[in-house]
């Protein structure tokens, strides 16, 4: 049961280039989308969110892009920096009134070289 | 800056045996919830628990699961009899007043969790 999908397990990107991260949703119930950065050995953490009535949210060097036509997503990060190397998660939650689950993607290893 | 601790980092059991993985959410949170991540696999969604109950669960969160908030700080998730497939890493996550499904969601470490 893939609800939330991210083709890409992985993505290498040069220092200072642009890195563009997907992720497709089937679910037309889902509005709010969110990215995670993880770090190996820690926890998911929180980058950047996007409602369903927007089509971007930028933050800093991070920007979420969301096309509800084609249940699509994708993470610009601009410009990406060696500390951004680490697995992307895709999440999308439902609005039921209360505590909403979050469903992940599978997760892209990005790998920012120098 | 607040965060969500959990304790043990890593438990090692035997099968048939009961854990009790420990979580302290960020204090002013009211909603909280239990995720796992089998190695190589996503992040799974176990549990959610709001106002001392539980709001939902997956299926994955069978008879053997349960949860407690014992003490107003400590948010426990219990696996009654563990088998093999419960070795992952579990992650706590808690969301704040006034949550409702639109907050993001803030994770513990987690508990790697080795069932031999």
């Known amino acids: 049961d893939q609800q939330v999908k991210q083709n890409s397990p992985s993505l290498s990107v040069q220092e200072g280039r642009i890195s563009i991260l997907n992720c497709d949703y089937t679910?037309?119930?889902?509005?709010?989308f969110l990215w995670y950065k993880k770090y190996p050995a820690e926890g998911p953490t929180f980058l950047i969110s996007?409602?369903?009535?927007?089509d971007k949210n930028e933050d800093g060097r991070f920007t979420v892009f969301l096309n509800k036509s084609a249940k699509h997503l994708s993470l610009h990060i601009v410009p990406s920096q060696p500390g951004d190397s680490a697995v992307y998660f895709c999440?999308?939650?439902?609005?039921?009134?209360?505590?909403?689950?979050?469903?992940f993607g599978t997760g892209t290893r990005l790998q920012v070289t120098l | 800056e607040p965060e969500v601790t959990q304790t043990p980092s890593h438990q090692v059991t035997q099968m048939g045996q009961e854990v009790i993985l420990r979580c302290v959410p960020i204090?002013?949170?009211?909603?909280f919830y239990w995720y796992r991540q089998i190695l190589g696999q996503k992040v799974e969604f176990l549990v959610s628990?709001?106002?001392?109950?539980?709001?939902?669960k997956s299926e994955i969160f069978d008879d053997q699961f349960s949860v407690e908030r014992p003490d107003g700080s400590n948010f426990t998730l219990k696996i009654r009899s563990t088998k093999l497939e419960d070795s992952a890493m579990y992650f706590c996550?808690?969301?704040?007043?006034?949550?409702?499904?639109?907050?993001?969601?803030?994770f513990g470490p987690g508990t790697r969790l080795t069932v031999l």
């Open positions: 679910n037309s119930m889902f509005d709010y």
């Open positions: 996007i409602s369903s009535i927007k």
């Open positions: 628990f709001y106002n001392n109950e539980i709001s939902e």
């Open positions: 996550a808690s969301i704040p007043v006034g949550g409702g499904g639109y907050n993001e969601q803030f």
């Open positions: 999440a999308a939650s439902e609005n039921t009134g209360t505590a909403s689950k979050l469903t």
């Open positions: 204090s002013n949170h009211l909603y």
